[in-house]
């Protein structure tokens, strides 16, 4: 039988290919994080299974352009977020069991 490897494709070693332990200490990060971001498509990985391998060169190529993508894309608020403003005085949550000191119409306690 012929051998199926292409000429224009060079064979991997292991050098080049990466687990989710390897790209965690290379990029400084916890395990979990990065096993999200590989779920999440952040960064280049490959499912295999239940394992999760990284190439070395999509990883470095991932990582010299994620500065260019976050500037071309800025991320807006959450709509909840842009309306939301400090006013520095927070409402009280029960205003009939704790009275507001600023209130006018603070019923007395004693006499």
Request: proline letters at 12%; charged letters at 30%; glycine letters at 4%.
């Amino acid at each position: 039988m012929a051998s199926r490897s292409t000429p224009d494709r060079p064979r991997l070693t292991r050098e080049d290919v990466l687990d989710a332990h390897e790209v965690a200490e290379l990029l400084h990060m916890p395990l979990s994080t990065v096993l999200e971001l590989a779920r999440r498509a952040v960064i280049p990985g490959h499912k295999l299974g239940r394992r999760w391998i990284f190439l070395h060169d999509e990883i470095e190529a991932g990582v010299r352009r994620a500065p260019r993508q976050a500037q071309a894309r800025s991320a807006p608020q959450p709509p909840a977020a842009q309306h939301l403003r400090p006013t520095g005085k927070r409402s009280k949550w029960y205003p009939e069991v704790v009275p507001d000191p600023d209130s006018a119409h603070q019923p007395r306690l004693f006499g």
